[in-house]
């Protein structure tokens, strides 16, 4: 297979990932970032690296993002947001901080491609990334690439268009973003 063919395979797989995200549960996700004091995020491997740049996305259009675990990591507080990043909803460490962050009345949301995982039992906001699974659940995308690198990609790209919805709704200035872009480079 040349690089062309497994490129469009892979734009196809993520066009079709990103038609089948309901819009309904992330307008639901959106307003409850813009309702929150802090939006902290939490995930493991690859979507934990679609996360960070996730939130720092966020970060550039005003919003006080956290990666959990970072050094300077405030308390979480009944006034904020956790975003959990786990597609099987079932990974260890994403689930026992949902848990904790349940005993400081945060709300949680959850992005994953399993609606009936472990996760739901703590999760306020479920975003589906319909991408295939080991469960074989009705409405998954297949795919050609490699374990769960759709699901990795259409986050980040769900991260990136959510980003781009808040910036229209507020009317920022693009060009007034780069305030907020790391400058000790």
Known sequence: MSFRTSEQKMVKEIESTLAGIDEAQVDQLIAAIQQAEKVFFVGVGRVLLSLEAIAKRLAHIGIQTVVVGQITEPAITDKDLLIVGSGSGESAFPL?????????????????????????EYADIFVRIPVQTKLNLDGEIPSVQPMTSLFEQSLLLLGDAIALTLIEEKNIDMHGLWRYHANLE
């Open 96 to 120: 026992a901080i949902a848990r904790k962050a349940k005993t400081f009345d945060a709300k949680v949301a959850h992005i994953g491609s399993n609606p009936n995982s472990s996760m739901k």
